[in-house]
């Protein structure tokens, strides 16, 4: 089992950068693929970006260059640092984890979710 608690979002001005964690309580930590999305009103939860466990990264197209996700297996937490953020990055953003192997581009790979995070962006 494993647990995932979301920390760090807030309102911010276009522009401007926030830092998620997301802090992780259970075992194996550093064999997930541990992953954020983010889901707009009335939209589809979508993917944001992910990081398996030998630090291979992806991301979606939209925060190529703005977003960057990484994780610290000591302290068992993943990140994800958005600089250049716009109105469009408006949305709850979830961390995600998902068993080794994953690539982790679909929410379906993934088992375990935190509550979310509002991240507003204002123009």
């Known amino acids: 089992q494993v647990q995932l608690v979301e920390s760090g979002g807030g309102l911010v001005q276009a522009g401007g950068s926030l830092r998620l964690s997301c802090a992780a309580s259970?075992?194996?930590?550093?064999?997930?693929?541990m992953g954020w999305f983010r889901q707009a009103p009335e939209k589809e939860r979508e993917f944001v970006a992910a990081?398996?466990?030998?630090?291979?990264?992806s991301y979606a197209d939209s925060v190529k260059g703005r977003f960057t996700i990484s994780r610290d297996n000591a302290k068992m937490t993943a990140n994800l640092q958005m600089n250049s953020l716009k109105p469009e990055d408006t949305a709850v953003y979830y961390c995600?984890?998902?068993?080794?192997?994953?690539?982790?581009?679909?929410?379906?790979?993934?088992?375990?979710w935190g509550q979310g995070t509002q991240v507003t962006v204002s123009s």
């Open positions: 990081i398996n466990w030998s630090g291979t990264t």
């Open positions: 995600a984890a998902a068993p080794f192997g994953s690539r982790g581009l679909s929410p379906d790979e993934y088992t375990y």
């Open positions: 259970g075992r194996s930590f550093g064999t997930l693929t």
